[in-house]
């Protein structure tokens, strides 16, 4: 299984970003896809999750009404598209799969190896 993520880089507060993950390895559209992201000495924090339909969606409060999750089945990708960025969303972002919808890492035993997002202010 792999799952590679890109497109974070560096973006000033305001600005947009879109993070894409390919996966590889699974059967794609039957997984639940995530979004999480770390700080160093920090909790690995929840982001975002979608069904594997793209018909159930939850994101986490700090990034509702900003952040955009989505999914392309058919290219085996995750994307989140990220606007209104603030330099506290600055953090390495990693995708994940798993078999259910949850905000718990744990609950995902996939992951990918992580994208740099360093929002300046």
């Known amino acids: 299984v792999q799952l590679q993520a890109s497109g974070g880089g560096l973006v000033r507060a305001g600005g947009s970003l879109r993070l894409s993950c390919a996966a590889s390895?699974?059967?794609?559209?039957?997984?639940?896809m995530g979004w999480f992201r770390q700080t160093p000495g920090k909790e690995r924090e929840f982001v975002a999750t979608i069904s594997w339909s793209g018909g159930t969606i939850y994101y986490a409060d700090s990034v509702k009404g900003r952040f955009t999750i989505s999914r392309d089945n058919a290219e085996n990708t995750v994307y989140l598209q990220m606007n209104s960025l603030k330099p506290e969303d600055t953090a390495v972002y990693y995708c994940a799969a798993g078999s259910e919808i949850a905000v718990v890492g744990g609950s995902y035993p996939y992951w990918g190896q992580g994208t740099l997002v360093t929002v300046s202010s």
């Open positions: 390895g699974i059967t794609f559209r039957t997984y639940v």
